[in-house]
């Protein structure tokens, strides 16, 4: 980065991992409704099918998602 000013840097961090949770957002959305699996999603993004579940779960089932229970 070429400025030098800290805040800058730190709101483009914070703007990267806005756009980094909507990409995961819209990621998880497509494979599931693909026919992915919870263990499938967790293991593409590196964490725990329970860790996906927590953060995805609650919102594809609020957008109308079918979503497999196991696999």
Same mark, same amino acid.
């Given at each position: 980065m070429?400025?030098?000013d800290p805040a800058d840097?730190?709101?483009a961090?914070?703007?990267l991992r806005r756009l980094a949770d909507q990409l995961e957002d819209a990621a998880v959305e497509q494979a599931m409704r693909s026919g992915w699996s919870?263990? =499938?999603v967790a293991e593409a993004l590196g964490i725990?099918? =329970?860790a996906v579940?927590?953060?995805h779960?609650?919102?594809l089932i609020?957008?109308?998602v079918a979503l497999r229970r196991r696999g």
């Open positions: 070429s400025s030098k840097a730190l709101a961090v914070a703007a919870w263990p =499938q725990t099918r =329970q579940y927590k953060k779960a609650k919102r609020a957008a109308g």
